[in-house]
């Protein structure tokens, strides 16, 4: 459905030349939330604006849907565009316009008839949850509430394609899952391609498919979300995931003041996918006759399967029970780290 080769962006000046996207190749399939993150100045923001020639490359090409977006004429990037929308982070709506008239204006300006875009209007109005609020200003809208406006104007000239730059960063922790559920439904309805740009790990864990990882202009891991969120290959990548799977207190706190007997063990046990789901605490007790005390644990829902730790105290269990234990749940894919002994 859409793919990037070699893209190069470079912005030049009389002193010298910034490399903003370095020879990025991708391949997103038609249907699929793809996520691109990084911190700020990973070159994210001006990659999306290359899918639909916001911003022209400097080298590489960007094929959507079989076209060579650079080969096309004006006329022809001007429709190719109508199906390849955008929603922004800070909603770009027109404030003197209400909501009804801000999701009609891309049909005005594609020449939809009056009725038929008031028409059409209402129905995205009703479909993006803001029936009632046809007829106010922005002003006198939440933030969640103007998002909801974007999405409705960006899919007023029922596009393919929806790119999302940074669409939640403004939006509080309740309203960012409202949004990207909103996404969701959308997707599954219209079998959209849908392109979401963020630094925050979460939105990718939510709603993603893929997922690519982006520092200094270049991607330099991608994949399954599920693949990269359980085995992060780049420093970068074990960053987000790290700060994601983070526990609300440092762990190291707790471990430091607690009294190990002899033999006692602290240990962190790291798990994905189906084993997030199992009782792993009563397994270890009933299997290996041990008792377990938790002291901290964390497990984060996404698309695609789970991930999350749990931090144990195991009293007075010999070395060789533990080796057992050990070993028994790493053939489970679950990874056990010894981080304090008594």
Known sequence: MIELKNIVKKYESKSKSVTAVDHVNLNIDKGTIYGIIGFS?????????????????????????????????????????QKVSMIFQHFNLLWSRTVLENIKFPLEIAGVPKAEATEKAKSLVARVGLAGREHAYPSELSGGQKQRVGIARALANDPEVLLCDEATSALDPQTTDEILDLLLQLKKE????????????????????????????????????????????????????????????????????????????????????????????????????????????????????????????????AQEDFNHLQHDLELQNILVEVIKHG
């Open 41 to 81: 100045g990973a070159g994210k923001s001006t990659l999306v604006r290359l899918f639909n020639y916001l911003e022209t490359p400097t080298s590489g090409d960007v094929i959507i849907g079989g076209d060579n977006i650079g080969q096309l004429s004006k006329q022809a990037l001007r429709q190719k565009r």
């Open 190 to 317: 219209q079998n959209l391609t849908i392109i979401i740009i963020t630094h925050e790990m979460h939105v990718i864990r939510r709603v993603c498919d893929e997922v690519a990882v982006m520092e200094n202009g270049r991607v330099i891991e991608e994949g399954k979300v599920s693949d990269v969120f359980e085995n992060p290959q780049h420093q970068v990548t074990r960053r987000f995931v790290q700060e994601d799977l983070q526990p609300e207190q440092d762990f190291e706190g707790i471990v430091n003041t607690l009294e190990l007997g002899q033999n006692d063990k602290v240990v962190k046990l790291t798990f994905s996918g189906e084993n997030t789901t199992q009782p792993i605490v009563s397994y270890i007790a009933r299997k290996h006759n041990a008792t377990v005390n938790i002291l901290e644990g964390n497990i984060k829902q996404a698309k695609s399967g789970a991930a999350g730790f749990l931090l144990l105290h195991i009293p007075a269990i």
